[in-house]
């Protein structure tokens, strides 16, 4: 079984264009609303592939039983604790003729103070020694910083396979409990160890000498942690490493109708993987075929 938590959901609205012409109305007839988020897309595609998941989140508000009957629809099985907040919104904008992917991220709403003592008691009842576990995504507004480090530490207590997909400072105070593997994508690697290597929103990486530091961060991580790493970046080589050894994945450029979701696409068929006792390398091969499968639909977070 996959325990699933993500403490900040969402509602996407995918639009289609042909074209937008910035300060002028643009209208569509094609568009779709969608329960998301990185761990429900996980949860989504973990289900997709006929695996048993549970999906932690926080919950309130008016959209509150909208979210819910969206989850129904997809054969989702959650969980949730009462936030008391507004459910965000995020809109992704696609443009046919040039085939760029735009996402609008609303920020959270500040939860409860209750929320997050809810939340520890719903996890509680929830692991299990014989489930996986995979946090993704950031935090709404409200939580402190110990909420996903405490899950963290708890599970690997119970002997629990965990995956995380965070970056920042969450990432960094879980790293001592020693995650089985860590799967931010590349920027939010180098922006949470090596903030140097981002300028302007970039990542600059193009030469040598930046790829090498990565590599040292990751190694550097992986032995004193004793943990996995792979780190995505769209159509980008994946690099990976898997008991101290440091190797690069060329991934097969494809057309995308939609890339939102493709990351949480390979978090699900990576986990899926290695819960069957699969290698590294294959199950990092299955995580790339969920991914570029996710690519071809215009709904997020799933494989078909």
Known sequence: MFLTVC?????????????????????????RLDVSGKGINVTRV???????????????????????SLCEQDGLTIDWAESGSQIRFCYTLLTENDGCVTELVEESELVGAETEKLLIEKFDSLVTSDSHLIVSGTKARGFSDAIIPEMVRKAKEKGMRIILD??????????????????PNLFEFASTFAPE?????????????????????????????????????????????????????EVTAIKAVNSIGCGDAFTAGLAAALSDGADFNVAISEGIRCGALNAGFVKPGVIQ
């Not at 910035?22 to 569509?28: E, H, K």
């Not at 965070?166 to 593997?181: A, T």
Request: glycine share 6%.
């Open 7 to 31: 403490l900040n959901p969402t509602l996407q609205k995918t639009l289609h264009f042909n074209s937008i012409i910035p300060g002028t109305v643009n209208r569509t007839a094609i568009h």
């Open 46 to 68: 973990l289900t997709q592939l006929g695996k048993k998941a549970v999906h932690l989140t926080q919950l309130g508000g008016d959209m509150k039983p909208l979210f819910l």
């Open 166 to 183: 965070i970056k920042g400072n969450d990432l960094i105070e879980c790293l001592k409990y020693e995650p089985d593997v860590i799967k």
């Open 197 to 249: 290597l981002i300028r302007n929103n970039d990542l600059m990486i193009e030469n040598n000498t930046g790829k090498e530091q990565i590599k040292s961060v990751m190694l550097d991580i992986a032995q004193k942690y004793r943990c996995r790493i792979v780190l995505t970046d769209g159509s980008w080589k994946i690099l990976a490493i898997d008991s101290r050894n440091y190797f690069e994945v």
